[in-house]
Antibody
Framework: QVQLVQSGAEVKKPGASVKVSCKAS????????MHWVRQAPGQRLEWMGW????????KYSQKFQDRVTITRDTSANIVYMELSSLRFEDTAVYYC??????????????WGRGTLVTVSS | EIVLTQSPGTLSLSPGERATLSCRAS???????LAWYQQKPGQAPRLLIY???SRATGIPDRFSGRGSGTDFTFTISRLEPEDFAVYYC?????????FGQGTKLEIK
């Protein structure tokens, strides 16, 4: 079955960067896009961007365009999300989520358990 | 971007009752590229409905969705104790993907 295993919680200072990983298993890694979604405390889900693991193409929400980088390692079936210039308001749970159709932007049919990133001085 | 507004914010019902949740889009969502998710405390969201009315794999038939354009509805026909959670709608028709603010379904 599809499994998405994310890296552990992080505590970072303002201005630093964080890199969260998502290891996929149980399906053909290069056939399905991977999305990143975050959820700040008490807030709605917020889509950050996605990657086509097959060719490495990415697309980011304009809100995060200047600060987020999504990459992949096809030899290890891992997708990474790096967020730079962290601010207090970046404190959130970050989820990876598999696209439910393929190398597209559609519904998200499998999710990781989430990685809590806390930005604190 | 498309703004999704869910109502009500909180819905208090008893097990066995029917729950009806609403999701309204700021502009038309074509081809019914709308999904519904359930999220329980400390857990990731779970896909329930996609394409406005299609149930995801393994989702019981007490969950249903309908709608088109700017108005969508999600219904749980008979509430089970495990259904009390937060529900989000999502549109994936227009970039960027957006989510509603959620409806909390609580036990009355």
């Amino acid at each position: 079955q599809v499994q998405l295993v994310q890296s552990g919680a992080e505590v970072k200072k303002p201005g630093a960067s964080v890199k969260v990983s998502c290891k996929a298993s149980g399906y053909s890694f290069t056939r399905y896009a991977m999305h990143w979604v975050r959820q700040a405390p008490g807030q709605r889900l917020e889509w950050m961007g996605w990657i086509n693991p097959g060719n490495g193409n990415t697309k980011y929400s304009q809100k995060f365009q200047d600060r987020v980088t999504i990459t992949r390692d096809t030899s290890a079936n891992i997708v990474y999300m790096e967020l730079s210039s962290l601010r207090f308001e970046d404190t959130a749970v970050y989820y990876c989520a598999r696209d439910g159709v393929g190398a597209t932007i559609s519904r998200f049919d499998s999710w990781g358990r989430g990685t809590l990133v806390t930005v604190s001085s | 971007e498309i703004v999704l507004t869910q109502s009500p914010g909180t819905l208090s019902l008893s097990p066995g009752e029917r729950a009806t949740l609403s999701c309204r889009a700021s502009q038309s969502v074509s081809s019914s590229f709308l999904a519904w998710y359930q999220q329980k405390p400390g857990q990731a969201p779970r896909l329930l409905i996609y394409g406005a009315s299609s149930r995801a794999t393994g989702i019981p038939d007490r969950f249903s969705g309908r709608g088109s354009g700017t108005d969508f509805t999600f219904t749980i026909s008979r509430l089970e104790p495990e259904d009390f959670a937060v529900y989000y709608c999502q549109q994936y028709d227009t970039f960027p993907v957006t989510f509603g603010q959620g409806t909390k379904l609580e036990i009355k």
